[in-house]
């Protein structure tokens, strides 16, 4: 499942971060790595940015980063 389908309040691990060349690079600097846990807080009206919280950070991402980015739901969230 990408990043940008998961709704306020879910979370899940990075598999992998899809976005080519320099822009899959400052993902990847960022923290977008797998295996890493992502919960999203919020998302704008519009739908984007797309707020995040990673390794205690909160970061606005884009919808077309969030699209790169495939997850796999987390073992908590898949029990609610």
């Not at 691990?13 to 999203?40: E, Q, W």
């Not at 969030?66 to 908590?76: F, G, H, L, P, Q």
Request: overall charge positive; glycine content about 12%; proline content about 6%.
């Amino acid at each position: 499942m990408k990043l940008s389908r998961i709704k306020p309040g879910g979370s899940a691990v990075i598999k992998s971060n899809n976005a080519p060349g320099a822009h899959g690079k400052r993902l990847l600097d960022m923290g977008f790595v797998p295996g890493a846990k992502v919960t999203v807080i919020r998302r704008a009206p519009f739908g984007d940015p797309v707020v995040v919280t990673l390794f205690g950070y909160t970061i606005g991402l884009r919808m077309s980063d969030a699209d790169m980015i495939e997850t796999e739901i987390s073992e908590e969230q898949r029990h609610i």
